[in-house]
């Protein structure tokens, strides 16, 4: 089966940065979209950021725009998530996933993945 294995969290100080990595097995991601979400206690999971198979299309919450960068490496079958400038509220559980199409229709509907890490905690105080 598909596994997917977040890593990279921690504990930060505000402004400080952090790398996630998502490596997948048993599956080339180069077939997928791939996406990032994330989940605080007591809140709905929501999407972070997604990229298109090949890594030509790139998109973003809101609330992280021009501080994350997604990117892939569909050689090494890994998803990135660059973390900048941290703020508390970014404090939450990070999943990444696996969309069930090669381009990210509907990046932000957990439903449309199909197959999820157990995710990596990012704690910024």
């Known amino acids: 089966h598909v596994q997917l294995v977040e890593s990279g969290g921690g504990s930060v100080q505000a402004g400080e940065s952090l790398r996630l990595s998502c490596v997948v097995s048993n599956y080339r991601i180069s077939s997928s979209c791939m996406g990032w979400f994330r989940q605080a206690p007591g809140q709905e999971r929501e999407g972070v950021a997604a990229i298109t198979n090949r890594g030509t299309s790139t998109f973003y919450a809101e609330s992280v725009k021009g501080r994350f960068t997604i990117s892939r490496d569909n050689v090494k079958n890994t998803l990135y998530l660059q973390l900048n400038s941290l703020k508390s509220e970014d404090s939450a559980m990070y999943f990444c996933?696996?969309?069930?199409?090669?381009?990210?229709?509907?990046?932000?509907?957990?439903?449309?993945?199909?197959?999820w890490g157990q995710g990596t905690q990012v704690t910024v105080s």
């Open positions: 996933a696996r969309y069930v199409n090669d381009y990210c229709y509907e990046p932000w509907v957990s439903d449309k993945y199909r197959d």
